[in-house]
């Protein structure tokens, strides 16, 4: 600001040079100056006239330290105005927020926004149900404990009031497990091309124990044979093939039997992956123990491993139970 002046100034007058030197001094002087120095202000300015450059350069000055005051003025209420706003704004966007959100979820239109902008579990029951063995599990689920609720139901038909009632309540149960089974077997129709990919699988991906290796070549080979005579069966059952009710009897008793080679072979397996999850879990408490533990390895990460693949044996105990 004092380079600009000087410009318009210019230094080919001697009092101009004066004036200016004065104005800067005065400018950078502190503000307690500032009433003796109008007092001195007016004095030239009646010796002088107005049309000095002494009394331009003053009043440009005047103007600089008006505005300056002014400017530093408006700040500290601007900054007061926004420390005292800023908690009152944020508590009403919060607020109206809120209440906006609550009236887009209390309409009958908007529920699903209830489920928010992203739901992990409810993708993972979607998966899982898109997938044939899901939905196998589901239904063998419900078909199993249809058993049950009509053994359950038998028991206690005594009790009831009527017998009829107790009857009309199984038949309706058996009526609904009836068509889940044969839903479950048409699931199971192509269930020998993944089975044929697994055998491939298996002869190149092969697990640590011989034993294990054995079971599971043992337990393909009874599902190689178990999904046609089940098929079979169904089909002859049905009527959809001419077989004779005893020989379709007889087809549905040897698929059973080597379902349940199948359910042995399987518990055979789960004994020995529990064992070498055992050896493997006893070697790495004693080498983190000793401390022999490789820069590369990860103690805890393996841990976790070892906890998983536990949980996951111990479901498909359950499920091979059931």
């Known amino acids: 600001?004092?380079?600009?002046?000087?410009?318009?100034?210019?230094?080919?007058f001697k009092s101009g040079e004066i004036a200016f030197h004065i104005a800067k001094q005065g400018f950078i002087s502190r503000k307690d100056n500032t009433v003796d120095t109008v007092l001195q202000t007016k004095k030239i300015v009646a010796r002088r006239g107005r049309a000095s450059p002494f009394v331009k350069l003053n009043e440009l000055w005047y103007l600089g330290v008006d505005f300056s005051q002014k400017y530093t003025a408006f700040q500290q209420n601007r900054n007061s105005l926004q420390a005292f706003a800023k908690p009152w704004l944020t508590g009403y966007m919060i607020t109206h927020m809120s209440e906006k959100r609550q009236?887009?979820?209390?309409?009958?239109?908007?529920i699903a926004k209830l489920l928010g902008p992203s739901n992990p579990k409810l993708d993972h029951l979607i998966r899982f149900l898109n997938s044939v063995r899901g939905t196998d599990k589901v239904l063998m689920f419900i078909q199993y404990w249809s058993k049950i609720v009509i053994w359950f139901l038998q028991r206690r038909?005594?009790?009831?009031?009527t017998a009829s009632t107790a009857i009309s309540l199984i038949q309706r149960v058996q009526n609904f497990s009836g068509p889940v089974s044969d839903f479950r077997i048409l699931l199971r129709y192509y269930g020998l091309l993944p089975m044929v990919q697994y055998m491939n699988y298996l002869e190149y991906n092969q697990p640590a124990s011989k034993l294990s290796l054995t079971i599971e070549r043992l337990q393909n080979w009874a599902n190689i044979i178990y999904y046609p005579l089940e098929h079979i069966y169904w089909l002859g059952a049905h009527q959809v093939i001419p077989i004779s009710e005893e020989k379709t009897n007889k087809i549905g008793m040897w698929s059973c039997r080597f379902w349940a080679a199948y359910v042995i072979l399987e518990y055979g397996r789960l004994a020995e992956q529990y064992r070498n999850l055992r050896k493997k879990e006893t070697?790495?408490?004693?080498?983190?123990?000793?401390?022999?533990?490789?820069?590369?390895e990860d103690p805890e990460a393996e841990m976790a491993s070892i906890k998983a693949e536990r949980t996951s044996m111990i479901v498909n105990t359950c499920i091979n139970t059931g």
Request: proline fraction near 5%.
């Open 283 to 296: 070697g790495l408490l004693k080498r983190i123990k000793a401390g022999d533990v490789e820069t590369h």
């Open 103 to 110: 009236q887009e979820v209390t309409n009958p239109l908007a």
């Open 157 to 161: 038909s005594p009790t009831l009031k």
């Open 1 to 12: 600001m004092i380079g600009m002046i000087k410009q318009q100034i210019g230094s080919r």
